[in-house]
């Protein structure tokens, strides 16, 4: 009786193991929504460059953010998103009378 169940505890860990450490780490879930767009951005910029291969040639302007917007984000981009702390100019306690 004990070698029964010692071979199926054995048994269950190695099949654990088996598929913990398994290629497929979508065993029990399926497919993630991941899986399902793999590729879609460099699909969808082929297709784009194929329907007007001529936009290289437009000069216009790219409208969005500003230029100093734009420079404040590539600046927090290269700090790597660290906060600058703001210096605190002033301190008071409101208080309110009754």
Not at 13 to 28: E, H, K, T
């Amino acid at each position: 009786m004990l070698s029964n169940t010692f071979k199926l505890i054995a048994g269950t860990i190695v099949l654990m193991a088996f598929l913990g450490c398994s290629q497929n780490r979508n065993v029990f879930m399926g497919e993630s929504r991941l899986d399902k767009n793999w590729g879609r951005a460099y699909e969808t910029a082929k297709h784009n460059q194929i329907i007007n291969h001529d936009a290289g040639k437009n000069i216009d302007p790219v409208e969005g953010l500003d230029g100093d917007a734009s420079e404040s984000n590539m600046k927090a981009y290269k700090s790597g998103g660290k906060a600058q702390p703001k210096a605190a100019t002033e301190f008071g306690v409101v208080t309110v009378k009754q």
